[in-house]
């Protein structure tokens, strides 16, 4: 390898299989109910796939980051959707690199059996949005618990996880403190929290998320679920960030690659005035760009990745992953719909399912905005804008 990132073809091949058990008619139906795909959860963990960033002696695979990575493109390629799961790898990070001996003896090895799922962030709220050190929610200590008020809004997976992992804040904000300061992490074992001061409501959104708002009401959470030192839960959310944006970069790539399958193979196949649609260059242009910017994300994921693996911070190269990756893929995915005409649109072709699942990653985990501000000041030393 030139660049010394592993590309992992026989963890490729072994998910692509599993993968093939969950064709597009699973996902269409489970679409139209907006259901969670627990078998397809269910298989991927059975065989291991969610915990291969977990270490060995934890009962995980102890691999690299380049692995979770070719799991995610590889299901996304597939035509599945990691959002059912995708967090799980990257959450677990949290616990690993800041919780104690004890938590990661209790935690992680029921993780990687699949016999607790940490599918559950909530760091977002509705009336903070990105500027995350805003946020309101409040966990107070009171003996030997921290009792939780506030809001949590598109907390994905929360009603099919049993652990969530929680920002509040535990020191109210004063005055010539740091913003960022004051917060804290807790593992909230939602299993025991549901109906005692935890209420989950799903929102429904353009594509099948499981996402919900989170409410607490004076939850008691032990302090003995507190993650890291007291106040220093923003920074241990922002190590976790590069994995994240890469880990949804490789999804990104996935289906960028599914979309143009899809597209090239119909561009070859439908005939139109006696030839096929591939033929004008009219069909074929925006295929091939769509194919040499996923080529270009592709790169970057992996400078991204050889970057991370070799311990480096590359908040850059992570950031521009993610949105050279997601615009790759809603690139692909409108290049998709449009070859295919009119059929693009049907249900039963599943691209406008994947259009729809897609789109999301401009926005989430981090809108395009925010790494173009990201970018402006870290890299190109701009002022800061906001
Ligand atoms: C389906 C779904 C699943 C999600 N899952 C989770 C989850 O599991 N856990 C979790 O914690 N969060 C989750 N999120 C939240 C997601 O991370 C946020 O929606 C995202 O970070 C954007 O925040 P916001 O929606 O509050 O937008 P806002 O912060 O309100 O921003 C709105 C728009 O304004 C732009 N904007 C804001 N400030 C600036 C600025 N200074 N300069 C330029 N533009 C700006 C943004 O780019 C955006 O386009 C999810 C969101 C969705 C939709």
Known sequence: MSDSVETYPEIREAVAKLCARFPGSYWRALDRDMAYPGAFVDALTEAGWLSVLIPEDYGGAGLPLSAAAAVLEEMQRAGCNGGACHAQMYTMGTLLRHGSDEQKRRYLPEIAAGRLRLQAFGV?????????AALKTTARREGDHFIVNGQKIWTSRAEHSDLMLLLARTTPMAEGMKRTAGLSVLLVDMRAARGNGLTIRPIRTMMNHATTEVFFD??????????????RGFRYILSGMNAERILIAAECVGDAKWFLDKAVGYARERVVFGRPIGQNQGVQFPLAKAYANMRAAELMVREAIRLYESGANPGAEANMAKMLAADAAFEAANACIQTHGGFGFAEEYDIERKFRETRLYQVAPISTNLILSYLAEHVLGLPRSY
């Open 124 to 132: 977002t709220e509705p009336g903070s949005g990105t500027d995350t």
């Open 218 to 231: 004076n939850l008691r959470v032990p302090a003995e679920n507190l993650i890291g030192e007291e106040g």
